[in-house]
């Protein structure tokens, strides 16, 4: 009777050891599967990220041959050069809104996987992959170019309402003869005597 009892206490042990050796398994391959299934989305968003450095910085490269090719042409007052270079500057934008989209997908996705997905850099700080430090001094890069590139697009503008102001003075002057009018004169004659205010007021 005990030796019936001790070999029903071993099988049950060995029952309750390999129940448990099952689950450590099971546990080991789900681990396993998402440990793959992370390292699959690390590297899809790698590749994504990758593309989308390459293609900001040569749309950011080209955009500035334009402005400065466009700043040259303004201090000209070359307006046929100007005309020329307005559909490309058009495709440009149009392409840099394609980034710009494609960037807040890319973040979007970042963040559904529990990665940060506020800023690009942040993103690639966070990457596991080898070229994570390479992917971040693209981001760098890019960022620079982008402020740069704001700064010559101020200075494209601040040219050109310097060029419309120039052109309206030329106008005037065409207008009046050459004359100049005042602005708050009654008469020539408080043009001529040279008095700031009119000396009956």
């Known amino acids: 009777m005990a030796e019936k009892t001790r070999t029903e206490d071993r099988r049950a042990n060995e029952a309750d ?6 689950a450590d398994a099971n546990e ?10 992370m390292e699959t989305v690390q590297l899809d968003l790698e590749s994504e990220l990758s593309w989308l450095l390459q293609e900001l910085s040569l749309v950011q490269e080209e955009m500035l041959e334009v402005l ?29 809104k394609v980034c710009h ?10 963040a559904e996987e529990g990665l940060p997905g506020d800023t690009l850099g ?5 990457l596991t992959s080898a070229h994570r430090g390479e992917l971040t001094v ?4 890019v ?8 700064h010559r697009s101020l200075t494209n503008w601040v040219l050109t309402q310097r060029s ?38």
């Not at 989209?101 to 970042?110: C, I, T, V």
Request: proline letters at 1%; charged letters at 25%; hydrophobic letters at 35%.
């Open 138 to 141: 693209q981001v760098k890069e």
């Open 164 to 201: 419309m102001l120039h052109l309206s003075q030329l106008l005037e002057i065409v207008a009046t003869g050459g004359r100049l009018q005042p602005t708050y004169g009654r008469d020539e004659s408080s043009i001529s005597s040279g008095a700031l205010v009119d000396r009956d007021a």
């Open 68 to 96: 400065a090719a466009k700043c040259e042409r303004i201090a000209d007052s070359n307006l046929d050069g100007i005309t020329e270079l307005q559909q490309r500057e058009e495709s440009l934008c149009h392409r840099l």
């Open 122 to 126: 942040s993103l690639a700080s966070s």
């Open 28 to 37: 080991s391959r789900a681990f396993t599967e998402h440990a793959s299934g």
């Open 101 to 110: 989209d494609q960037r807040g997908e890319l973040l979007a996705m970042a």
């Open 143 to 150: 960022n620079a170019r982008m402020r740069l590139l704001q």
């Open 17 to 22: 050891s390999a129940g448990a050796l099952t």
